[in-house]
């Protein structure tokens, strides 16, 4: 069964903290995308990868850093956290065949006080 | 840059019939998803159109008509379980462009 796991549900920071989110795939697959989903907004593509070590800026890379040392693992770093970075964070992972359909992980909600 | 446009709500009746339309304006355009989220939980994947026309699978439909830059999701015998937010994406090379999603309630 496909699965994308990510290492906190729930999370609560203070401003300025380093953050550190994790998120794991067992599919084998070759892309993996950090994604954060606000009211009204829908889901914004932070970053994404479609190899090891390499990454690449989606939609809004602004405050963010990422880090994929090993195909199966995808990490999205807030260097100096935020209140306006409170949200749902989403990984997802593809493959390269055909639809490249995309699967989730459960997301985290951060909570940047 | 890319641009996709869809409903915030919509309400509808058990067993009813609902449709939910997606307009977009993306470059390099390979298909469209269409993804169900429930509240608190991730999306999961309901539909993927590459070519002109309706895709039927049980109870959910899916449209698209590229020269239009139009889709919709058509979802039939309405039940209360299908009450979650519907999200449009385009598919453009590796990447997905999301629509804000329409928030679908069903009602006794």
């Known amino acids: 069964d496909v699965k994308v796991t990510q290492s906190s549900r729930y999370l609560v920071k203070r401003t300025g903290e380093k953050v550190f989110l994790e998120c794991v795939q067992d599919?084998?697959?070759?892309?993996m995308f950090w994604y954060r989903q606000d009211p009204g907004l829908g889901l914004r593509l932070i970053y994404f990868?479609?190899?090891?070590?390499?990454?690449e800026k989606g939609d809004i890379p602004e405050g963010y850093s990422v880090s994929r040392e090993k195909k199966e693992r995808f990490s999205l770093i807030l260097e100096s956290a935020s209140t306006n970075q409170t949200s749902m964070y989403l990984c997802?992972?593809?493959?390269?065949?055909?639809?490249?359909?995309?699967?989730f992980g459960p997301g985290t909600r951060l909570t940047v006080l | 840059g890319q641009n996709i446009d869809q409903p915030t709500e919509m309400t509808a009746t058990e067993g009813a019939i609902v449709q939910i339309n997606c307009t977009y304006q993306?470059?390099?355009?390979?298909?469209l998803f269409w993804y169900q989220q429930h509240a608190g939980e991730a999306p999961t994947f309901l539909s993927y159109?590459?070519?002109?026309g309706l895709e039927e699978k049980g109870r959910f439909s899916s449209f698209l008509s590229r020269s239009k830059g139009y889709s919709y999701l058509l979802l039939k015998e309405l039940q209360m379980k299908d009450s979650a937010s519907y999200l449009c994406?385009?598919?453009?090379?590796?990447?997905?462009?999301f629509g804000a999603g329409t928030t679908v309630t069903v009602r006794a």
């Open positions: 997802a992972s593809s493959d390269n065949s055909g639809a490249n359909e995309q699967f």
């Open positions: 159109n590459v070519l002109d």
């Open positions: 993306t470059s390099g355009f390979n298909g």
């Open positions: 994406a385009s598919h453009n090379d590796y990447k997905l462009s």
């Open positions: 990868s479609y190899d090891v070590k390499m990454k």
């Open positions: 599919m084998d697959h070759e892309n």
